[in-house]
């Protein structure tokens, strides 16, 4: 609570006892006159004025808001107002009880009371002692406290009864109490307060001083409405310090605005204490000065501080200026005249950004000092021109400074020399750039690689199962599985090489589902054992049963490792055994740590040479490449894959003798009892009979391997060598579907696709034949409109199903659905202020988003969601901010606003919002652009929240 709401609470409360006090003083007269008018008077004597008399008494007592009990002197019942039945909770009526037994009441009210044995000690002293009594309290166990008061009665020296007077005081008690620990709360805390807290009245005469103000409790206690040059004297104390405060509290009454200043102290031991103080105005309803609060703390380790920091900045490689609000300089370090040439003399005074910048960095600076005005912390790198025309980099931090009443009044700058660095990191984004170059030629070679080789092998090895199926001689087949077996090798070598760019790429991904270690073991051995065999070895594989049944992992990658590692050992074996075993080193609840070894009785490693095993591209002499060929990536890559998944890999190997490969795994424990395979799903191939398929592939041996392999299901082929052809084609044609290839002359596969969807065809399946598998591009294809991507080399499944599949689809639309929005033309007709129109064509396109957000509709709608949340509110400060002239805070809007226009593709804003933020002087083509801004982002928002139920 404030001082001021104190104030205010102390006398509502004093108002409301005061007026309680008056009424029962009030009261208590007027009752007092009647008892002695009535007292006065004898039946006998004044028979008409005694009746008159008790009328108005009884009268007076039922008016009354008090109890009234009335007996006389054998303490039969006289009279008994309603208020007190209602105090006591008596239900009889006030006349029935007249003439009855006083005490007998008791019985009825007893359990009221919170003492009931006191209650009845005093009562019974009281009457006996028959003299008044006025305001005894009686508490009630329900928490109410009543006032009693006893009025004996007397008729010429003769008791003749008495009479009580109950008043429900609950109310004021509590008044009272809560106004009295409401005072001793606050000064507690104003006692207990580590600052000096005066109060002093208009006269600048005292009024509280807390301890930490006086310590000494005498003085304290003296100083209360004397003033502070009586303190002085009594003190002892420099009467010139009287004089400052004097001065200080008269500019408080006259402004009514708080003042600030420090005062230093000389101590006895000849140490300087420093002390900031301030007085605060108390005004009343009238707005003027009612008092004034003094405050006063001890700053004198603060400044300390100062001096130390201040001479560490001193000595640091750090300039420090201190601007006033108009940017001339006012302070400025030595280094500061170092960094810039320039004497102390001939800065101070000067405008700081008209001294050292020029062009795009005095506009920036502007800007950023601007900031100050609104108590923004900036920091930000400038290119300024020192005193002897040298140009120079400082990272600049830009601090406002405030004064008392927490107005700006300055900007305190502190800037580092980053010319050096700024040399460097020019040096360094050079260096990038190359690197980044020679990275991309790295990939566009691994891309046309992939391509190039892919693409004839995928002719290769598809006419050769088409030759298999055909009558062969003995001869002929021997050749034919010597052609499979090369292309085979060839196509592992590429796999090897593109696995490897995945994982330098960063490109691969782990999945988290169940499988059986079991089962892959198995399956690895399956595969291989016709190799095994045809070189005479055994192999095998033995798996602990305490393994268990159900692990979560990526079964193709451990599958990868398997048939990597289980493959070498047979191509390094000549004799004897290849044997995979899985063993269970650790278990706990969850799961389990698992050890792998495959063993070979092979040619074995040297031993200097498993020290350089995993590297790339390394095999341990030239007569093993001859011999046994290979990329000398396979343990390079089985390495990554197994740090990957957290795994471990080790090697020990022996000349001659063999050699055993041990591998690490973690796998937690799955539950489920179904295995989470990927369902192969058995397409129904019929219906690609008699439809019309246009086949556009450059490779004639591709086209003929695709033409056999359809035309044996009954499609009709067209073939296509390039894009452009392919679009002239559907231009005079209808087809049933489109096998489309990436790389081709002329014109290439995506940018066909996007004129077929655009120009020609929405609905019609479209699928990419793309050699192109190096970093998962497939998000390329779907942007462009394709429905799905078949990757070379494939077999005749891996063509028919797809195919088969989307002709099951027919009329499904691959169109991407984030499309570019347009203005409807009811809402065009809306926009009748010139002033806001809004320029016909889409409000919004999400195709940068797209790319972005690699195609996932969650992402899209996720950034939505946040633009929609964020922009509106914004837009609507920066329009309150221009409507107020605050200029500023429009171009710091238009600063945060610029990335989100530009990443959803509002175009029509594009320029606009650059123009707002770097706005120098406010004219009216700003005021259009504002409301430009305003109205388009509305109708961006309707759209948005329209098309995709946001």
């Not at 007190?84 to 006030?94: R, V």
């Not at 992939?450 to 021997?478: C, D, F, V, W």
């Not at 034919?480 to 592992?492: C, D, F, P, R, V």
Request: net charge negative.
């Amino acid at each position: 609570m404030t001082t001021r709401e104190l104030q205010e609470q102390l006398e509502k409360e004093r108002a409301i006892l005061k007026a309680a006090k008056d009424r029962i003083a009030a009261q208590n007269k007027e009752l007092e006159e009647l008892r002695k008018k009535v007292a006065g008077n004898t039946r006998e004597d004044r028979p008409d004025e005694l009746a008159d008399a008790n009328i108005r008494f009884n009268e007076l007592i039922n008016s009354l808001n008090d109890g009234v009990f009335v007996v006389d002197e054998n303490r039969n019942i006289v009279i008994v107002n309603e208020v007190f039945c209602k105090l006591f909770g008596i239900k009889e009526k006030p006349a029935t009880l007249i003439g009855t037994y006083g005490p007998n009441l008791l019985d009825q009210t007893k359990h009221l009371f919170k003492d009931l044995d006191q209650y009845i000690a005093n009562g019974e002293k009281i009457v006996k002692d028959r003299k008044a009594v006025l305001h005894e309290e009686i508490q009630l166990i329900n928490g109410q406290i009543y006032s009693r008061d006893f009025i004996p009665i007397f008729k010429d020296g003769v008791f003749r009864g008495h009479l009580w007077r109950f008043t429900d005081i609950t109310r004021q008690k509590t008044i009272g109490d809560t106004f009295e620990a409401q005072k001793k709360f606050y000064e507690q805390v104003l006692n207990n307060i580590p600052a000096d807290i005066v109060v002093v009245d208009v006269e600048h005469r005292f009024v509280y001083v807390n301890p930490t103000a006086i310590v000494n409790p005498e003085t304290r206690k003296w100083i209360i409405g004397h003033t502070n040059e009586e303190y002085c004297i009594h003190t002892n104390k420099p009467m010139l310090l009287a004089e400052n405060r004097n001065r200080i509290f008269n500019e408080v009454k006259r402004t009514k605005r708080q003042q600030e200043w420090e005062e230093t102290f000389q101590l006895a031991d000849g140490n300087t204490r420093y002390q900031l103080r301030r007085m605060y105005p108390v005004l009343d309803e009238k707005s003027e000065v009612e008092m004034v609060i003094g405050y006063g703390v001890d700053i004198t380790e603060r400044k300390k501080i100062e001096e130390k920091y201040k001479g560490i900045i001193e000595n640091m490689n750090l300039g420090m200026i201190e601007l006033d609000k108009d940017e001339h300089i006012i302070y400025a370090n030595q280094r500061f005249c170092t960094m810039s040439g320039y004497e102390i003399q001939e800065l101070m005074g000067k405008t700081a950004t008209d001294l050292f910048l020029r062009g795009v960095s005095l506009k920036r600076t502007r800007d950023q000092l601007s900031k100050q005005r609104y108590g923004i912390h900036t920091n930000y790198e400038l290119a300024v021109q020192t005193k002897n025309g040298e140009n120079k980099w400082w990272l600049t931090s830009a601090t406002p400074l405030f004064n008392t009443d927490e107005t700006v009044v300055g900007t305190i700058s502190i800037h580092l020399d980053i010319t050096e660095q700024k040399k460097m990191e020019g040096q360094l984004k050079e260096a990038k750039q190359l690197a980044d170059r020679s990275s991309k030629s790295k990939d566009i070679f691994l891309t046309n690689m992939s391509h190039e080789i892919r693409t004839p092998l995928n002719a290769i090895m598809g006419l050769g199962k088409l030759l298999s199926k055909s009558e062969l001689n003995a001869q002929q087949k021997n050749y034919l599985q010597g052609i499979e077996s090369a292309s085979t090798n060839l196509l592992g070598i590429v796999n090897d090489l593109l696995d490897f760019s995945k994982i330098e790429a960063g490109k691969i991904t782990l999945e988290n589902i169940s499988f059986s270690l079991e089962t892959i073991a198995e399956q690895v051995v399956s595969i291989l054992t016709h190799k095994a065999e045809e070189k005479g070895l055994l192999l095998y594989q033995e798996t602990d049963k305490r393994i268990a049944p159900v692990l979560m992992g990526d079964p193709f990658r451990v599958n990868q490792v398997f048939m990597n590692m289980v493959s070498n050992a047979i191509k390094f074996t000549e004799k004897g055994t290849v044997c995979l075993k899985a063993f269970l080193l650790e278990e706990k609840e969850d799961w389990q740590k698992l050890l792998v070894i495959i063993e070979d009785t092979g040619v074995g490693i040297k031993e200097e040479y498993l020290n350089t095993i995993f590297d790339k591209f390394t095999q341990e002499d030239e007569t093993v490449v001859r011999k046994f060929g290979g990329t000398g990536l396979g343990m390079s890559i089985t390495k990554q894959l197994m740090e990957l998944m957290g795994g471990t890999i080790s090697v020990t190997s022996k000349k001659n003798v063999g050699t055993t490969i041990s591998l690490t795994f973690s796998f937690k424990k799955g539950t489920a009892k179904v295995f989470e395979k990927k369902r192969t799903v058995k397409t129904d191939t019929g219906n690609i009979s008699n439809k019309k398929i246009l086949l556009v592939e450059d490779n004639g041996l591709n086209r003929l391997l695709a033409y056999t392999i359809l035309t044996d299901y009954g499609a009709i082929i067209s073939e296509a060598e390039n894009g452009l052809q392919a679009i002239d084609m559907m231009r005079k044609d209808s087809y049933d579907m489109v096998l489309m290839d990436i790389q081709m002359p002329v014109m290439d596969g995506i940018q066909a696709t996007k004129i077929i969807r655009s120009e020609i065809n929405k609905s019609i399946p479209i699928l990419a034949l793309t050699a192109n598998a190096i970093k998962g591009k497939e998000h390329q294809f779907i942007e462009a409109g394709m429905n799905d991507f078949i990757f070379k080399p494939y077999n005749e499944m891996n063509l028919v199903n797809p195919i088969a599949k989307w002709l099951n689809k027919s009329g499904e639309a691959p169109a991407p659905k984030f499309e570019p929005a347009r203005v409807r033309e009811d809402e065009q007709a809306e926009l009748k202020n010139p002033a806001q129109e809004i320029p016909s064509g889409p409000l919004y396109d999400l195709s940068k988003l797209l790319v972005m957000g690699r195609n996932d509709e969650n992402f899209i709608k996720k950034m939505l969601n946040l633009f929609i949340g964020e922009t509106p509110p914004a837009v609507e400060k920066m329009v309150e901010a221009y409507k107020t002239g605050d200029y500023a805070t429009v171009k710091y809007y238009a600063h945060r606003m610029k990335p989100s226009i530009t990443n959803l593709g509002i175009n029509t804003l594009r320029d606009d919002i650059v123009k707002i933020e770097f706005m120098e002087d406010p004219d009216a083509e700003i005021e259009r652009l504002v409301n430009k801004l305003h109205k388009t982002i509305a109708l961006v928002v309707e759209q948005m929240t329209k098309e995709y139920g946001l």
